[in-house]
């Protein structure tokens, strides 16, 4: 069983710049996936960005060169780094993790806004 916590979500204007992390209650290094996916009103849950278990990334085409995920295994914690937020990155981001079974964060609200 793992348990995930996401922060860092809110309302910021576009262009602006948020980080989420998220935090592990057991050890990340071991797991086979770690990764952000985010949800929008009535569309589904899709992938934002991945550290696979070959150790590359994977990042949508839609956030490519705005976005950047990092881990810190001494802190069991996933970064999203979001720059340049348009309006349609507004979701709930959740944090992922495959162990290789799958865990799910609660998720945190993203609101980009004017």
């Known amino acids: 069983q793992v348990q995930l916590v996401e922060s860092g979500g809110g309302l910021v204007q576009p262009g602006g710049s948020l980080r989420l992390s998220c935090a592990a209650s057991?050890?990340?290094?071991?797991?086979?996936?770690l990764g952000w996916y985010r949800q929008a009103p009535g569309k589904q849950r899709e992938l934002v960005a991945l550290?696979?278990?070959?150790?590359?990334?994977n990042y949508a085409d839609s956030v490519k060169g705005r976005f950047t995920i990092s881990r810190d295994n001494a802190k069991n914690t996933v970064d999203l780094q979001m720059n340049s937020l348009k309006p349609e990155d507004t979701a709930v981001y959740y944090c992922?993790?495959?162990?290789?079974?799958?865990?799910w964060g609660q998720g945190t609200q993203v609101t980009v806004s004017s």
């Open positions: 057991r050890n990340i290094f071991s797991f086979n996936a």
């Open positions: 992922n993790v495959q162990t290789p079974w799958p865990f």
């Open positions: 550290f696979s278990n070959s150790g590359s990334t």
